[in-house]
């Protein structure tokens, strides 16, 4: 159980295009998705904290308008990045946490996605 | 001074050998502490919970010290497939959690 999955999990495009990546629990309800990006050899960043049905709260540094967040359901949650620059490129990977016992102390970690600006 | 910190290694060790990372953390309001793997180009995937009475599994484990504020891993008879990079993660009020960089481990033949 507590299966969390990402798509897509490579993406390649151009500058200046806008790309969603979408992040699913696929067997339990999740109240709280995490965003994280991670550079090569580097830890992972927080970028932003969805809660369902709310707006993200987003970490210091990182720009709401640039990267657009969705938590429409409890099993959903979407990253948008506008407008992707080459420094853009990185790893993003999603995270959620359940609504109650063991998912809910726990974080469960999607594949992650690719993404390369060129 | 970063809020988790972590040597980076790499560890290089033979296989069968005992490894241990130590992780520090600054913020002494910090309430739960975990152990992750990540493999290269892959998700983190969490190894174990770090208990303050400190904690087994198998050939892993864990120890936290709060009056000194750092965690430990130590694995036993190391295999080719703990070969990965182990992270160190903390995690305050809010939910709000904090990843290490990583240690780098590399278990030889």
């Known amino acids: 159980g507590a299966v969390v999955s990402q798509h897509p999990s490579w993406v390649i495009c151009k500058s200046g295009t806008s790309v969603k990546i979408e992040c699913r629990s696929l067997?339990?309800?999740?109240?709280?998705m995490f965003w994280y990006r991670q550079f090569p050899k580097q830890s992972l960043m927080l970028m932003a904290t969805?809660?369902?049905?709310?707006?993200?709260?987003?970490e210091q540094g990182v720009e709401k308008d640039k990267f657009l967040i969705n938590h429409a359901s409890l099993t959903l949650s979407t990253l948008t990045v506008t407008s992707a620059h080459p420094e853009d490129s990185s790893f993003y990977i999603c995270?959620?946490?359940?609504?109650?016992?063991?998912?809910?102390?726990?974080?469960?970690f999607g594949p992650g996605t690719r993404l390369l600006v060129l | 001074r970063k809020e988790v910190e972590q040597d980076p290694g790499p560890f290089n060790v033979p296989e069968g050998a005992t490894v241990a990372f130590n992780c520090t953390y600054s913020?002494?309001?910090?309430?739960?502490f975990f152990w992750y793997r990540q493999d290269c180009r892959k998700e983190p995937k969490l190894l174990m919970s770090?208990?303050?009475s400190g904690n087994e599994d198998g050939r892993f484990t864990a120890q936290l010290n709060r009056a000194s504020q750092y965690i430990s891993l130590l694995i036993r008879d190391s295999k080719l497939s703990d070969s990965a990079t182990y992270l160190c993660?903390?995690?305050?009020?809010?939910?709000?959690?904090?990843f290490g960089a990583g240690t780098r481990l590399f278990v030889k033949a």
């Open positions: 995270s959620a946490r359940g609504t109650s016992g063991i998912q809910q102390e726990t974080q469960y």
């Open positions: 067997d339990f309800q999740a109240t709280t």
């Open positions: 969805s809660n369902e049905g709310s707006k993200a709260t987003y």
């Open positions: 913020n002494s309001a910090s309430q739960s």
């Open positions: 770090v208990y303050s």
């Open positions: 993660v903390v995690r305050g009020g809010g939910f709000k959690t904090i």
